[in-house]
């Protein structure tokens, strides 16, 4: 019988302060392997006063991380300056494995002799280094520090591998099942297109959506557009033209929500995730376990989620014509009699009890051997 491992988690931000899919990941990580034995602790940045706390089984360590004003000045964040605040806690303890999503993080578990698995955060490409050259090199520091280096997706992945030569190995994001239960009825009546992304970050694609929808209301005046995230969304309308008032009425801001949200799924006819350099894509999981159809863009790794057309669609980036019309296709999907539970069966595959969890495991073990 293997034996419980102690397993460090390292990211410089705190869920819930921070609600991104990462700081999301690191949350649920941390819930599985606790439900399996193993000892976790979680160490965090936080912008409010230093804290230890017990949740969810693990111990949550979260450490006052204010980035100092001249480098926050010069563009530096809390990801550049984690390392810092991590080392201390990464020499006080010896552990099986240190899970950082930081690279400085990775370079401080390393600096304190600890076998480090470094998950490169986001859809790393030469394109997206352009604003900010220091997260190339961060990036590849963190690498060179890692036993193992992960990804949430294959094209990550490669994408890792074209800018660093170094080889990455997807593991990628999960869902609590449990969470999203199964609408089982086919979506049927008015469409409800449902956008689960923050409206603020233009990569998220609204701008792409909202002229997609010009072209949905043409063929159903009734759908609708269900924005859950949040977010300014005046940018997006730049580009709309005489179309703009017609796409407004069409518009339901559900507002930001965390915690339960398989609801919006559940009533949705499909969830649109037209964003550029996503990694993964998460949402898209959420939406199908709820038996939901998806689209998404061809960028990043989200093909690999919407692998089936019995599923959904994949559209080209930035063509909303044909986002459009993967749109329309999927809104008649989401009709058909046994689409939900395709798309809730597709989705097993990133349950975190049956698959994601396990494969964290095994690599933990892994690495803990090579030591």
Not at 128 to 143: E, K, V, Y
Not at 282 to 302: F, N
Request: charge should be positive; aromatic fraction near 6%; include cysteine.
């Amino acid at each position: 019988m293997n034996r419980p491992l102690r397993v460090a988690l390292l990211s410089p931000y705190s869920w819930p302060e921070v609600t991104r899919g990462g700081e999301r990941y690191l949350h649920d990580l941390a819930w599985y392997l606790s439900r399996q034995g193993h000892e976790v602790d979680v160490v965090s940045g936080t912008s409010g006063p230093p804290s230890i706390v017990e949740a969810e089984g693990a111990r949550f360590v979260r450490r006052t991380h204010r980035v100092p004003r001249p480098m926050r000045e010069r563009g530096s964040t809390a990801f550049d300056t984690f390392g810092l605040i991590a080392l201390r806690p990464m020499l006080r303890r010896r552990y099986d494995v240190v899970h950082s999503l930081a690279a400085t993080g990775a370079v401080a578990a390393r600096v304190a002799g600890q076998r480090v698995v470094y998950t490169v955060m986001g859809h790393p490409t030469p394109d997206q280094f352009g604003h900010r050259p220091l997260d190339r090199q961060l990036i590849g520091l963190g690498t060179r520090a890692a036993r193992v280096t992960t990804t949430y997706s294959e094209a990550s992945a490669l994408a890792v591998h074209a800018l660093y030569r170094r080889r990455a190995t997807p593991l990628h994001l999960g869902i609590r099942s449990a969470d999203f239960p199964v609408e089982p009825a086919p979506r049927t009546g008015p469409a409800r297109l449902l956008f689960p992304a923050f409206a603020g970050e233009r990569r998220k694609g609204l701008d792409h959506l909202l002229r997609a929808m010009a072209l949905v209301l043409d063929r159903h005046p009734d759908a609708r557009l269900q924005l859950l995230g949040g977010g300014d969304t005046d940018w997006a309308f730049e580009s709309l033209g005489t179309d703009e008032p017609r796409v407004r009425a069409a518009i339901d801001d559900l507002g930001r929500h965390v915690g339960d949200v398989g609801h919006f799924y559940r009533s949705a006819t499909v969830a649109v995730l037209p964003s550029k350099h996503e990694a993964f894509g998460v949402v898209l999981v959420e939406s199908l376990a709820s038996g939901t159809p998806v689209v998404c863009s061809d960028d990043g790794g989200m093909p690999e989620i919407v692998s089936s057309p019995a599923v959904g669609r994949v559209a080209p980036h930035g063509d909303p014509a044909a986002l459009a019309s993967a749109i329309l296709e999927a809104v008649a999907l989401a009709a058909a009699p046994g689409t939900p539970e395709r798309c809730a069966e597709h989705a097993r595959r990133w349950d975190w009890d049956t698959s994601i969890g396990p494969a964290h495991e095994a690599l933990y073990r892994q690495v803990a051997r090579c030591g």
